[in-house]
Antibody, heavy 119, light 113 residues
Framework: QVQLQESGPGLVKPSETLSLTCTVSGGSISRFYWSWIRQSPGKGLEWLGYVHYTGGTHYNPSLNRRVTMSVDTSKKEFYLRLTPVTAADTAVYYC?????????????WGQGSLVIVSS | DIVMTQSPDSLAVSLGERATIDCQSSHTLLYTSINKTYLAWYQQRPGQPPKVLISWASTREPGVPDRFSGSGSGTDFTLTISSLQAEDVALYYCQQFYRTPWTFGQGTKVEIK
């Protein structure tokens, strides 16, 4: 059973860079699309973007080009980078897999990583 | 962006009774060329990530109890829990995967009356 696990700093200063890693275990990272989603009390669940195992990406325009995603298939990891951050980026960040090797619904989620943006 | 609106925001139902959650999208989620509706329902228990219950508006995911069912088409959808159990206390979200940016409803909190 494939599992996803987010990791990264829990505290980031305003104007700096939020960096998270999602590690895939128990299954292949290849042939799938992988997304980042965040959840905050004020904005609910917000899709941030996806990365394909080939490295192709697509981002939510609402992030105003602050986001970059990448993948390392040899490590079975994919990454989120968001900069510069503000307090509004405080949220639980989830990584998730799209079902069936297509851009369908999210069939696997990580447990989530709380990131607080504060000085 | 496609806006997803759920109702109600919360509901309290007695154990064994039916719970119904509605979701409306601002754009059709039906791809007529392939007759598939790009709508999913998720359950999020406290402290847990969302878990997909229903995809394609009405297809139950493997392992999901049959008391959960999804219905609807076009822009109006419903998630029904036919006989509420204690473990069903959670937040429920609809999500469209018809067009990016993929969007979620605001969530419906289900509690025991």
């Amino acid at each position: 059973q494939v599992q996803l696990q987010e990791s990264g700093p829990g505290l980031v200063k305003p104007s700096e860079t939020l960096s998270l890693t999602c590690t895939v275990s128990g299954g292949s990272i290849s042939r799938f699309y992988w997304s980042w989603i965040r959840q905050s009390p004020g904005k609910g669940l917000e899709w941030l973007g996806y990365v394909h195992y080939t490295g192709g990406t697509h981002y939510n325009p609402s992030l105003n080009r602050r986001v970059t995603m990448s993948v390392d298939t040899s490590k079975k990891e994919f990454y989120l980078r968001l900069t510069p951050v503000t307090a509004a980026d405080t949220a639980v960040y989830y990584c998730a897999r799209h079902a069936s090797e297509h851009l369908y619904h999210f069939d696997r989620w990580g447990q989530g990583s709380l990131v607080i943006v504060s000085s | 962006d496609i806006v997803m609106t759920q109702s109600p925001d919360s509901l309290a139902v007695s154990l064994g009774e039916r719970a119904t959650i509605d979701c409306q999208s601002s754009h059709t989620l039906l791809y007529t060329s392939i007759n598939k509706t790009y709508l999913a329902w998720y359950q999020q228990r406290p402290g847990q990530p969302p878990k997909v219950l229903i995809s394609w508006a009405s297809t139950r995911e493997p392992g999901v109890p049959d008391r959960f069912s999804g219905s609807g088409s076009g822009t109006d959808f419903t998630l029904t829990i036919s006989s509420l159990q204690a473990e069903d206390v959670a937040l429920y979200y609809c999500q469209q995967f018809y067009r990016t940016p993929w969007t979620f409803g605001q969530g419906t909190k289900v509690e025991i009356k």
